[in-house]
């Protein structure tokens, strides 16, 4: 088992994901395993130590991004409770958690057949979900998980297509975003409310 405080395990690491994010933003989606230790100048053995093949690696790149959404969102869902009311700032801490992970995102999101954009949507679904789940009530948590769904692709959807027509930073559409997630914010407010 490698030390992962090691630096020079975080240095390989570090190695590996820059040259993933290379060679996916240069228009490969898909490289393979021997294509990212060329470009690493890494052997494949030092790959096999850190992932199991360039799935794990994108999927451990999705979870990092998961991650910052969730702990983004944490404070809106603390507002959430208190005010038993839907919270806006919940769309600008999202919106800010994507143009963080904006180089990733553009290298990841066409790739794997839709895979990688399915497993975030399903990230941001349970996010929304999170948020209303400390006072759901009743039989409405279908209906509801459905609304989070529909923003959750909504948000996928509109980042993918940000991508293919425009070079400008995601931290540029931010109002678009906003804008985009009102219906699910006033969704989930409805549901709060008991419509």
Known sequence: ?????DLRFKRTETAIRRAFLSIAGGGNPNPSVIEICERAKISRNAFYLHYAGVPTLC???????????R??????????????????LLAVAIAEALA??????????????????????KSLEDVYMDVAQPIITGNRERGHRLACAWGAW???????????????PL?????????????????????????
């Open 71 to 88: 702990m983004a969102s944490a404070a809106s869902v603390e507002r959430f409770t208190e005010n038993r009311a839907s919270d806006p």
């Open 59 to 69: 999927q451990s790149l999705v979870d990092e991004i998961a991650v910052d959404i």
């Open 100 to 121: 963080r992970h904006e180089a990733v995102l553009r290298a990841l999101l066409p790739a794997a057949g839709g895979t990688i954009a399915a497993y975030l949507a």
């Open 1 to 5: 088992m490698p030390n992962k405080n």
């Open 154 to 168: 909504a948000l996928i959807g509109f980042t993918l297509r940000w991508f293919e027509e425009t070079d400008r």
């Open 171 to 195: 931290s540029e559409a931010s109002t678009d975003f906003i804008r985009l997630q009102q219906p699910l914010t006033d969704a989930t407010a409805a549901y709060l409310d008991g419509q």
